[in-house]
């Protein structure tokens, strides 16, 4: 089993709470995340989501997908969102956020062990790739955010606006 550790970070020129519900509604993400091939609601949490389990199919530049189960194991409205996720992969994500009404920044900690055997017998050649797989996936979401929030993101140095095109302006 491989195991990584990623950390992203966005600013986003909108409310925190308009932030929290972009990211709380998780099945919507195929709406605005491109990356976000399908997610599904297979059991529902309770009155804040703690509980609940989902499915997600995410599929980045290289040519697979990637299916694995998130159950939800923390809600704090409009501070803090954890998952723990089986399947493919095994581990921990938590979103965090901090902000006010006019800006909000949201920190995404993901820390998982594959358990595809072609992923992990490629590990030592291609883990490069997996992470540079994955800052795709992450500035797909920046991106999609973006968007859908009719806000600027700033991701990884580059500022995301929300124009219907790539949307990329400056660094």
Do not use: C
Request: aromatic share 12%.
């Amino acid at each position: 089993m491989a195991e990584y550790r990623f950390s992203t970070t966005w600013r986003i020129d909108a409310p925190v709470r308009s932030v929290w519900d972009a990211i709380y509604q998780a099945d919507a993400w195929p709406d605005w995340w491109k990356s976000a091939q399908r997610t599904v609601e297979i059991e529902p949490g309770d009155a804040h989501g703690v509980g609940a389990l989902h499915r997600y199919t995410w599929k980045g530049a290289l040519p697979y997908r990637l299916t694995f189960d998130m159950r939800v194991v923390r809600v704090e409205p409009l501070r803090a969102l954890e998952g723990r996720a089986s399947g493919a992969v095994e581990g921990d994500g938590r979103w965090l956020f901090a902000g006010d009404d006019d800006r909000t920044v949201v920190r995404y900690d993901w820390h998982i062990r594959t358990h595809v055997r072609w992923m992990n017998w490629l590990e030592p050649l291609a883990r490069p790739l997996f992470e540079w797989n994955h800052d795709v996936v992450m500035r797909d979401g920046a991106r999609g955010l973006a968007r859908r929030l009719g806000a600027q993101v700033e991701a990884d140095g580059r500022r995301f606006a929300p124009v219907e095109d790539d949307g990329v302006a400056g660094a």
